[in-house]
């Protein structure tokens, strides 16, 4: 099949779903006509705002890997498409960051900035979420986050530095095709972070940890209707489990539970004391804690879950099938106290929908 017989055929296809769901079908005739003689002119065709929008919000209601798909329609879309410069959308980066943070009230987002042209290199934000701390390297240790080593020593031969502590944010870098990637330091006013305390530990607070508020995530590709966006980083808010079992408590991330334990007073010499279990629910104890006292929107687990069967029930009711890959919708913390570790779900993809790529820097080209 050639190139522009497929694209009309997922562009008929995304079109056609789109003006239903969004009750123009009067328009629809029309529109198929005009992307079919622009994609038999150029190679290629331009979404509406209209259909970036929608087409935005049936990506993440397809993301089969997220639990917080029930505020699908409530996704709000920054079209950053006619940006040019890599200093124009790194400041479209920044803005996003202060709109989705909103003072802690945090606004599910998205920025699409161009997509793939047969005639243009792709624009990459390398990042794979917007705001992350650095992972530095020293003496068989990390200090920061191990899992941005990789990105950290990329930065750095880019040319930026950090000051070495653990909660160092790394700067944004966007690469247009084939140029030189480019680094911005994100200012500090717009990162919103959280200190964390535990309502009950006092000696909590001494660790002197914190995260911030929002999870923008960066590295992955929009496929809507046969066009490709490779840039458009999109958030919603945590789940305290990502933060408190996963980006705190990994062995291979902060590993924080060794020292919870040790000031809780528990016996770590054998597993059957279950003190990773009691160290686990009281560091997301403290998460959750520490981000209501903040007035920054989170979201325990049980009640994910809820909303999520809130989700399930309104796609049958829309007479969509729901698709989701279980081991990501279970939450790392008592998995089988929600329905959904009870329940068995199809990993089918649905377009249009969220692509991890290839992080740039990880290339025999850099």
């Given at each position: 099949?050639?190139?522009?017989?497929?694209?009309?055929?997922?562009?008929?296809?995304?079109?056609?779903?789109?003006?239903?769901?969004?009750?123009?079908?009067?328009?629809?005739?029309?529109?198929?006509?005009?992307?079919?003689?622009?994609?038999?002119?150029?190679?290629?065709?331009?979404?509406?705002?209209?259909?970036?929008?929608?087409?935005?919000?049936?990506?993440?209601?397809?993301?089969?890997?997220?639990?917080?798909?029930?505020?699908?329609?409530?996704?709000?879309?920054?079209?950053?498409?006619?940006?040019?410069?890599?200093e124009e959308m790194a400041?479209?980066?920044?803005?996003?960051?202060?709109?989705?943070?909103?003072?802690?009230?945090?606004?599910?987002?998205?920025?699409?900035?161009?997509?793939?042209?047969?005639?243009?290199?792709?624009?990459?934000?390398?990042?794979?979420?917007?705001?992350?701390?650095?992972?530095?390297e020293e003496g068989g240790?990390?200090?920061?986050?191990?899992?941005?080593?990789?990105?950290?020593?990329?930065?750095?031969?880019?040319?930026?530095?950090?000051?070495?502590?653990?909660?160092?944010?790394?700067?944004?870098?966007?690469?247009?095709?084939?140029?030189?990637?480019?680094?911005?330091?994100?200012?500090?006013?717009?990162?919103?972070?959280?200190?964390?305390?535990?309502?009950?530990?006092?000696?909590?607070?001494?660790?002197?940890?914190?995260?911030?508020?929002?999870?923008?995530?960066?590295?992955?590709?929009?496929?809507?209707?046969?066009?490709?966006?490779?840039?458009?980083?999109?958030?919603?808010?945590?789940?305290?489990?990502?933060?408190?079992?996963?980006?705190?408590?990994?062995?291979?991330?902060?590993?924080?539970?060794?020292?919870?334990?040790?000031?809780?007073?528990?016996?770590?010499?054998?597993?059957?004391?279950?003190?990773?279990?009691?160290?686990?629910?009281?560091?997301?104890?403290?998460?959750?804690?520490?981000?209501?006292?903040?007035?920054?929107?989170?979201?325990?687990?049980?009640?994910?879950?809820?909303?999520?069967?809130?989700?399930?029930?309104?796609?049958?009711?829309?007479?969509?099938?729901?698709?989701?890959?279980?081991?990501?919708?279970?939450?790392?913390?008592?998995?089988?106290?929600?329905?959904?570790?009870?329940?068995?779900?199809?990993?089918?993809?649905?377009?249009?929908?969220?692509?991890?790529?290839?992080?740039?820097?990880?290339?025999?080209?850099?």
């Amino acid at each position: 099949m050639e190139e522009k017989e497929r694209l009309q055929l997922e562009a008929e296809s995304f079109l056609t779903k789109c003006y239903e769901e969004l009750g123009s079908t009067e328009e629809l005739s029309k529109r198929l006509e005009e992307v079919r003689k622009e994609i038999d002119k150029t190679g290629t065709y331009v979404h509406t705002t209209k259909e970036l929008a929608h087409g935005a919000r049936m990506a993440w209601r397809n993301s089969n890997r997220c639990i917080g798909r029930l505020f699908w329609e409530s996704l709000h879309v920054l079209d950053c498409r006619h940006l040019q410069t890599e200093e124009e959308m790194a400041e479209a980066l920044v803005d996003h960051i202060t709109y989705a943070t909103n003072d802690g009230k945090i606004l599910p987002t998205i920025s699409v900035f161009r997509p793939r042209h047969p005639n243009k290199g792709d624009v990459r934000i390398w990042n794979q979420q917007l705001i992350r701390y650095a992972g530095y390297e020293e003496g068989g240790q990390v200090i920061g986050d191990p899992i941005s080593t990789k990105f950290t020593q990329a930065c750095e031969r880019l040319g930026w530095s950090g000051e070495r502590t653990p909660f160092d944010v790394l700067p944004l870098v966007i690469q247009d095709g084939a140029k030189p990637a480019k680094w911005f330091t994100i200012p500090k006013e717009s990162v919103k972070e959280v200190p964390l305390r535990h309502p009950e530990y006092d000696w909590f607070a001494g660790f002197q940890l914190k995260w911030y508020a929002v999870p923008i995530v960066s590295n992955m590709r929009l496929e809507m209707g046969g066009i490709h966006y490779p840039a458009a980083p999109f958030n919603g808010w945590y789940m305290g489990t990502e933060i408190g079992a996963r980006n705190l408590a990994d062995e291979d991330r902060y590993n924080i539970l060794p020292k919870m334990a040790e000031h809780m007073g528990l016996p770590t010499g054998k597993d059957s004391t279950l003190w990773k279990d009691k160290a686990l629910v009281e560091l997301n104890v403290a998460i959750l804690y520490s981000y209501k006292q903040e007035g920054v929107s989170i979201v325990d687990h049980h009640t994910a879950a809820k909303q999520f069967a809130r989700f399930e029930q309104a796609e049958q009711a829309a007479n969509r099938k729901v698709t989701g890959r279980w081991s990501w919708l279970i939450p790392p913390v008592s998995p089988a106290t929600t329905h959904i570790f009870h329940h068995e779900y199809e990993d089918e993809t649905v377009l249009p929908n969220y692509f991890y790529q290839p992080a740039p820097y990880e290339s025999d080209t850099f």
